[in-house]
Every structure is written in structure tokens, then in C-alpha cells.
């Protein structure tokens, strides 16, 4: 249990022994509000001239609208520091989720960097590569147009055979097929003086049956 404390305070040019939990310190603070409130008062017009018992319920009504007052301040400094609390909060939050974005973005930087070097390396290998083909690929030109050359002269004799095989072999179809055009157009002659004789004979018939009729009308 807090042990009490007492002091002596100076009210209205009177002195009173107060006692309280408080330190004297605080006592005197309160007792000096009392004083300030009590001169304020008496400032006022006509307020001297009240009855004590009026006088004291002003004073008495004067200090506790100071005290309502004041916690309505309190709550209103209260309301205030609990949102400031909050935007601090709201902001330490953002502050905490831009950092880890931060450090993600800063990771991945760094990862794609570390790409971009091994594709750079990767690039370097692939020219060098590119490079060691064509050198390759230009000696290989080289040596198939030796070996084009040499093919491409061996392909004329070979071509030259053919002419003459194909050649000899069309002159061979030639003769074997000569007696049987010949047989061919001893045919075709035959049968167009065969030919050539029906027509002679069908104009001497039309010939003989147009005057057999020519001599029966003169006989009428």
C-alpha cells in the first residue's frame, strides 16, 4: 500500500495541510492551478460581490470545465497518436514488403546476370565452333572439287560408251526392221490396185446402165 504524503499549500492567502499519494512536488502544482483560477474569477466583474457559497460553485464549475475540456483533448491527442500509430505501422509494413521486393528484384538481377555470362561464354564457344566448321567446310570445298573433276571426266567416257552402245544398238533395230517395211508397202500397193480396179468397174457399169437407157427412150 502507497504511503501518503503531506504537505502544506498556500490557497487564497491560506495555508492548508494536503496529503496524498502524490509527491509534494505535484501538491504544490495543484494547489498553485487552484490559486491561478481563484485570481482569474476574481478578475471578473461583479464576481467580488457574490456570497462565498457563489463564488466557490464558479471557481468549482471553472476548473472542472478545465478538466473536461482537457480530456477531450486528451482524447482527441489519444486519437491522433493511435492513427499515427497505425500510418506508422501502414508504413513500416510497406517499408518491410518494399525491402523483400527489393531483395527479390536484386536476386533475380543478379541471376540474370550470372545468365548473361554463360550465354556470353555460351556465345563465344558456338563462334568458335561456327568458325572451325567453315574452315573445314572451305577445305572440304577444295578437296570435292578435285573429286568432281575427276568424276566429271570419268562421266564423259562413260557417256561416250553409252552414245555408242545406244548408237550401234539403234542401227541393229534399223536393219532388223527394214524387211518388214518393205513387206508393209508391198501390201498398201496391192491393195490400192485393188482398189483402183473395183472403181474402174462400178464407172462401166453406170456407164453401160445410163446408154441402155438412152436407147429405150428413142425407141418410144
Do not use: C, W
Not at 502507497?2 to 502544506?8: G, P
Not at 483560477?37 to 460581490?49: D, E, I, S, V, Y
Not at 564457344?125 to 575427276?150: A, I, Y
Amino acid at each position: 500500500m502507497d504511503s501518503k504524503h503531506y504537505t502544506q499549500v498556500l490557497i487564497a492567502g491560506k495555508v492548508y495541510t494536503l496529503g496524498g499519494s502524490e509527491d509534494e512536488g505535484y501538491l504544490q502544482r495543484v494547489a498553485s492551478y487552484v490559486n491561478e483560477k481563484m485570481g482569474a474569477m476574481r478578475k471578473l466583474p461583479g464576481f467580488t460581490k457574490q456570497n462565498n457559497e457563489y463564488q466557490t460553485a464558479m471557481i468549482a464549475l471553472n476548473i472542472a470545465d478545465d478538466y473536461f475540456k482537457s480530456q477531450e483533448q486528451e482524447a482527441l491527442y489519444r486519437d491522433q497518436r493511435d492513427e499515427m500509430e497505425r500510418e506508422t505501422y501502414s508504413l513500416k509494413h510497406e517499408l518491410v514488403s518494399t525491402q523483400m521486393k527489393l531483395e527479390a528484384v536484386l536476386k533475380d538481377l543478379e541471376e540474370r546476370q550470372n545468365q548473361l555470362e554463360s550465354l556470353g561464354k555460351e556465345k563465344g564457344k558456338l563462334e568458335r565452333r561456327l568458325r572451325e566448321m567453315e574452315k573445314s567446310r572451305s577445305s572440304g570445298e577444295q578437296d570435292s572439287n578435285v573429286v568432281e573433276v575427276k568424276f566429271s571426266r570419268e562421266e564423259k567416257v562413260d557417256v561416250k560408251e553409252r552414245i555408242g552402245e545406244e548408237s550401234s544398238g539403234a542401227k541393229e533395230t534399223a536393219a532388223a526392221q527394214e524387211p518388214q517395211a518393205e513387206e508393209k508397202k508391198e501390201t498398201v500397193s496391192d491393195t490400192r490396185q485393188e482398189e483402183e480396179k473395183k472403181q474402174e468397174l462400178t464407172r462401166r457399169a453406170i456407164h453401160a446402165a445410163m446408154e441402155a437407157r438412152g436407147a429405150g427412150h428413142k425407141k418410144h
